[in-house]
């Protein structure tokens, strides 16, 4: 409880500094509302598109945990590949990081040449967006097991299903979830470019429509439920490793 009030007073204190302070500029330079809406307003967009922006977020946060589960998925598996092998290393990390480089709005119209413009193929934008920081992050924490765990199950005859399922996994697990924190986060960034492009549904489809038509209230409205979702998705890889008695490495002092 201690812990959980520390993190959240200061940000709580920064929202309502920072609430305070957007009101005072509206207010003060009679800006319109089509430039910048006051927070009132939008909090009556919020209120009053509620149900629409609840469904837009449903379908954000379905597109961005099916692309964080099939990077994760496929950067577990390089992960494993790469720390069995330096050739597949050599092989595989190249295309991994041109993955990450590549920018999204760039590889998604050839995505949804091939594959339509569903849920299913906005997930495999995000999957790409998300297979570099889990097969880095994967593959360190696999590299990273204490040589003495190792020679200790070297010394019972421990098969290499056992070294890795009793000894590389619980090993790595910190730095996996740490991976994860980013390419979580990663995730809400992909749907929401995909769904920029597609323009079908969605939080990204809400704010791109309703910034058109200069129905700014709104696009703050959505903003504010995109900025909740994405933190959400950030604290949620946190949450489960709590769960699952996953010790994080912490800086010193903190």
């Given at each position: 409880?201690?812990?959980?009030?520390?993190?959240?007073?200061?940000?709580?204190?920064?929202?309502?500094?920072?609430?305070?302070?957007?009101?005072?500029?509206?207010?003060?330079?009679?800006?319109?509302?089509?430039?910048?809406?006051?927070?009132?307003?939008?909090?009556?967009?919020?209120?009053?598109?509620?149900?629409?922006l609840?469904?837009?977020?449903?379908?954000?946060?379905?597109?961005?945990m099916?692309?964080?589960?099939?990077?994760?998925?496929?950067?577990?598996?390089?992960?494993?590949?790469?720390?069995?092998?330096?050739?597949?290393?050599?092989?595989?990390?190249?295309?991994?990081?041109?993955?990450?480089?590549?920018?999204?709005?760039?590889?998604?119209?050839?995505v949804?040449?091939?594959?339509?413009?569903?849920?299913?193929?906005?997930?495999?934008?995000?999957?790409?967006?998300?297979?570099?920081?889990?097969?880095?992050a994967?593959?360190?924490?696999?590299?990273?097991?204490?040589?003495?765990?190792?020679?200790?199950?070297?010394?019972?005859?421990?098969?290499?299903?056992?070294?890795?399922?009793?000894?590389?996994?619980?090993?790595?697990?910190?730095?996996?979830?740490?991976?994860l924190?980013?390419?979580?986060t990663?995730?809400?960034?992909?749907?929401?470019?995909?769904?920029?492009?597609?323009?079908?549904?969605?939080?990204?489809?809400?704010?791109?429509?309703?910034?058109?038509?200069?129905?700014?209230?709104?696009?703050?409205?959505a903003?504010?439920v995109?900025?909740?979702?994405?933190?959400?998705?950030?604290?949620?890889?946190?949450?489960?490793?709590?769960?699952?008695?996953?010790?994080?490495?912490?800086?010193?002092?903190?």
């Amino acid at each position: 409880m201690t812990s959980s009030l520390s993190v959240g007073g200061p940000a709580l204190a920064g929202l309502v500094g920072l609430v305070a302070l957007w009101h005072t500029v509206v207010v003060a330079f009679d800006l319109p509302s089509m430039i910048l809406p006051s927070p009132a307003e939008v909090g009556v967009e919020l209120g009053r598109q509620g149900p629409t922006l609840l469904a837009d977020a449903g379908v954000t946060a379905v597109t961005a945990m099916l692309g964080l589960a099939g990077g994760c998925l496929i950067g577990g598996v390089l992960a494993f590949a790469m720390t069995s092998s330096r050739g597949v290393t050599r092989a595989v990390l190249p295309y991994v990081i041109a993955l990450r480089i590549a920018p999204l709005i760039a590889i998604a119209p050839l995505v949804f040449l091939w594959f339509g413009r569903g849920i299913p193929s906005r997930a495999l934008l995000v999957a790409t967006l998300t297979v570099f920081p889990m097969t880095v992050a994967t593959r360190d924490g696999l590299r990273s097991t204490p040589t003495q765990y190792l020679a200790l199950m070297r010394s019972v005859a421990a098969s290499p299903a056992a070294v890795f399922l009793r000894v590389r996994v619980p090993a790595a697990a910190p730095s996996v979830f740490a991976g994860l924190e980013l390419a979580a986060t990663l995730s809400v960034i992909g749907a929401v470019v995909a769904e920029f492009v597609t323009l079908r549904a969605g939080l990204g489809y809400r704010v791109f429509v309703t910034a058109q038509r200069l129905r700014t209230a709104e696009s703050f409205a959505a903003l504010a439920v995109l900025a909740a979702l994405g933190i959400v998705f950030y604290l949620a890889p946190t949450a489960l490793a709590r769960v699952i008695g996953v010790e994080r490495e912490r800086p010193n002092g903190s």
